[in-house]
């Protein structure tokens, strides 16, 4: 099963100049807490955004084109297939998200109130195929300043 993991703001908005446009640590917690222990697959481009350093305590796959591309802790892979059977968290970035989100089964989405100065999006999403089945909101204080709500679909 597949499982994306992203944040955006209101305009879909999920990162400028490979970093993500905002500050919100509740986020990263909220990150860390939904894939900890679990398979994570993510661009290479997303990998080298977090400094070429796989995520602790999660197994670590990185998509790239390149047959020479080297990702210590991590494992390179070249298709979508030389993923494993089981539970994959997809992290990112944009590209990877649109090669995933028609067989994902499952959308788990932070929604950031504002629109950031962003030149990366996350894809379109036909939101008739997918039901809001949980949903918080975050707790702004004074190091998480943007209004934020953690959202899970499943596909209908
Ligand atoms: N807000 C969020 O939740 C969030 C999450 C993650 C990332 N981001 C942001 O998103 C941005 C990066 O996203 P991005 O779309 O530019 O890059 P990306 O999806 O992280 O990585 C793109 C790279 O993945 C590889 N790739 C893509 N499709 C492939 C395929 N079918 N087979 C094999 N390899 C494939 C290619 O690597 P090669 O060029 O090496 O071949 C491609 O250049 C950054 O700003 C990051 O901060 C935001």
Not at 7 to 15: L, P, Q, S, T, Y
């Amino acid at each position: 099963m597949y499982i994306l993991v992203w944040a955006e703001d209101d305009a879909g908005a999920i990162g400028k100049n490979g970093k993500l446009p905002w500050h919100l640590p509740n986020d990263l917690k909220f990150f860390k807490t939904t894939t900890n222990g679990q398979t994570i697959v993510m661009g290479r481009k997303t990998f080298e955004s977090m400094g070429n350093r796989p995520l602790p305590n999660r197994k670590n796959y990185v998509l790239t084109r390149q047959n020479d591309y080297e990702a210590p802790g991590a494992v390179v892979i070249n298709r979508l297939n030389d993923l494993p059977d089981e539970d994959i968290y997809v992290i990112g970035g944009s590209e990877i998200y649109k090669k995933f989100l028609p067989e994902a089964d499952v959308l788990i989405r932070t929604k950031i109130s504002g629109t950031f100065d962003g030149d990366t999006f996350f894809p379109e999403v036909n939101w008739d195929e997918w039901e809001l089945v949980e949903e918080t909101e975050g707790t702004v204080d004074e190091k998480n300043k943007y209004a934020h709500r953690f959202q899970t679909f499943k596909r209908k």
